[in-house]
């Protein structure tokens, strides 16, 4: 055996015996440390086959342990007896293999080791379904820990079971999942947590034959597991409401009996139909012994009735951070420091502009100022930096969306990631996910085709979608992209003119035409499915990206797929701004969202009948709003022939701007409005510029649904 190994054997073979010096019968200290601790030596001792003979009292002593996790979660005098008598067997053992010699024999109460974590004693069936009460007065900080560990521990799962679909002889992907259900047992467990315990044990008792090659990772057998960890998400969704003040405080039940039953028929080859949907929740007011749960309800499909699954690629994995490179911290306290930041760079801006200093005349101040602004941007990069997470989580969650939904509409599809390490502002990443969902799902319902389809038209049966994330001009790109039928130009252009949204005899452009499904209540679909057709999914997604100040683009060509790019800014905190004069005052327009500037001329400038002004651009028609008007200030100059039009564009529609001069484009921090700027609709903030004055952020979303004749400003 090899040296390190011995020595880390020894090490965790002291550690138990120091915890147990403090147990004491009937109390719970020591009881959960000894509990990972006897995991770690289960799997330290797995990778080395010369300690396979010390198998079965590592399993043994794992089984006492977890009996009184299931049963009273404390010590008692005969298990505690036990423990110290195999703790001085572990070390001998140990320090024999040290030495070259052989193992003393296993003491005869470690002589009968199981084939795997046993149950409590067993109990009458059970019809009325587990439930679980909080204290969220004594455990409230506790519980949100295990809150927070839990939901990194089921997305891990989740990407792991995905894996092991793929892989089902992958050793390292088995392990990695059966540690995470047993961490989250032992968690439970210590917080009393019984119905989270009882089905975390379940789930572990059936990887572990796994784990021992007495079970085959069938399909069946890794929709229960996924089952298994989508209720204790909902388990963990339930307690995080209640702690944070969501949902008032009572017992929380969610149906596990009939899935604890299916989990356990699943060793015998007899697996109950499997529900693709989640399961229902309830939270009790009040406690009732006599209500009796209700199983999860479903679409129920026959294991062997299913078409394969989405095949995904084998790099995606578990992750985990390195230990002790990652410390918590409040993100109040985070937007606290980035504000701070943000003022210091404004004040730093006001001292360089002081006209008391003159670094002309003073080369050495001209150094030191220079240098102060290097490490004050230098700051800002890093505090900026802070905020900033890797999408890869949000884009692993399509994984499981694609798996799913490829079985229950019958298509085999492949889900290709990329660029999943690109980091975003954290509350981006959040806000994106839901677009995300929106978007994969049409594209598995209406984009990839049926595999007979496929094979008709001579592309493969399985499809494909990839998502992508990537650097482009200062902003990162989001792109969806499939293989499927893309877009019906026709059918759209129809849909169009039915609405009354073109007419028959306009020519649109594709990047127009195709931006029209981003519309409320647009739809082609023939059909409305519970997956998608109902002509209000893209218009949530455009209405959120735009929220995010942010575009979307959309390019296909029928019978080739479509592809879907989102265009965001790398955070909400900075804005890219131009900087725009109107009289006295400065608004600032995010630069992702302007299209272009120029100064009219007569020939473009046209008045329609009950529509306003209008601009030719182009041989199109754009609604001219005069900037003045519509803010209720007084411009340098009322004609549009000595002004500067900026003209902007949200969703599928575009505004001339007019204002009185361009001004330069600044990278600004966003402060919110006050109650006296709040209310008019057309500011999204404000931000304090170089020189110490304040500019307004315009919203373009709000521009571009006024109208063309002046409105009454806002107070």
Known sequence: MKPELIAELKKLGDKIAAELVFAEPGKDLGLLPIYSLLGLIEDVAGREASVQPLAGGIKEARQ???????????????????LREWVEWWQASVSAYEAGAAPPPIPADCQNAGEGPVAPESSPTKTEEPSLTLNLQEDAELLSEFI??????????????LVLEQHPADADTLNSIFRAFHTFKGGSGFLNLAAIQALAHELESLLDLARQRKLAVTPAVINLILEGGDTLRQFCNEMADQLAGKKPPGPIVVPTLRLLDRIRSAPAGEPAPITVSAPSVAVLPQPDPKASGKAPSGVAVKPEDQPAAANLPAAVTAKTNPAGAVVKVDTIKLDSLVDLVGEMLIA?????????????????????????????????????????????ATFQKMNRLVRDLSIKVGKQIELLIEGEDTELDRTIVEEISDPLVHM??????????????????????????????????????????????GLDRQRILAKAIEKGL????????????????????????????????????????????????????????????????IFL????????????????????????????????TAEMIHTLRERGEMINLRGRLHP????????????????????????????????????????????????????????????????????????????????????????????
Request: glycine share 10%; with cysteine; charged share 25%.
């Open 64 to 82: 006492w342990v977890d009996a009184m996790l299931l049963s009273t979660a404390a010590f008692d005098a005969l298990t505690l007896k036990r």
């Open 148 to 161: 927070n560990e839990s939901q990194e521990h089921l997305q891990n799962i989740e990407q792991g079971v």
């Open 348 to 392: 730093q801006s006001l001292v360089v502009q002081s006209p008391d200093l003159n670094p002309r005349q003073n080369e050495q101040l001209a150094r030191d100022l220079a240098h102060l602004g290097r490490i004050s941007k230098d700051l800002q990069r890093t505090v900026m930096s802070l905020r900033m997470v890797p999408i890869s």
């Open 440 to 485: 994969i799902r049409n594209s598995i319902d209406h984009g990839i085709e049926k595999p007979e389809v496929r094979k008709q038209r001579g592309k493969p049966p399985q499809g494909v979608i990839s998502l992508k994330a990537f650097h482009q001009g200062g902003n990162i790109v989001i792109e969806i992209k499939d293989d499927g039928n």
């Open 502 to 565: 073109a007419r028959p005899d306009e020519q649109l452009p594709d990047s127009e035409l195709f931006g029209l499904i981003m519309g409320a209540g647009f739809s082609t679909a023939e059909k409305v499915t519970d997956i998608s057709g109902r002509g209000v999914g893209m218009d949530v997604v455009r209405r959120n990206i735009e929220k995010m100040r942010g575009k979307i683009e959309i390019q296909s060509k029928a019978g080739e797929g479509s592809t879907f790019s």
């Open 569 to 600: 800014p790398l955070t909400l905190a900075i804005i890219d701004g131009l900087l725009v004069g109107v009289g006295e005052h400065r608004y600032i327009v995010p630069t992702l969202l302007v299209r272009e500037s120029f100064r009219p």
């Open 624 to 715: 001219l709003l005069r900037l003045y008007a519509h803010l209720g200030i007084e411009p340098a100059t009322t004609d549009p022939l000595q002004s500067i039009v900026v003209v902007v564009e949200a969703g599928n529609e575009k505004r001339c701007l007019l204002v009185d001069k361009l001004l330069g484009k600044h990278e600004v921090v966003i402060k919110s409005l006050g109650e006296t700027f709040g209310r008019n609709k057309y500011l999204a903030g404000a931000a304090i510029l170089g020189d110490g004055r304040v500019g307004l952020i315009l919203d373009p979303q709000a521009l571009v649904q006024a109208e063309a004749a002046p409105l009454e400003a806002a107070a």
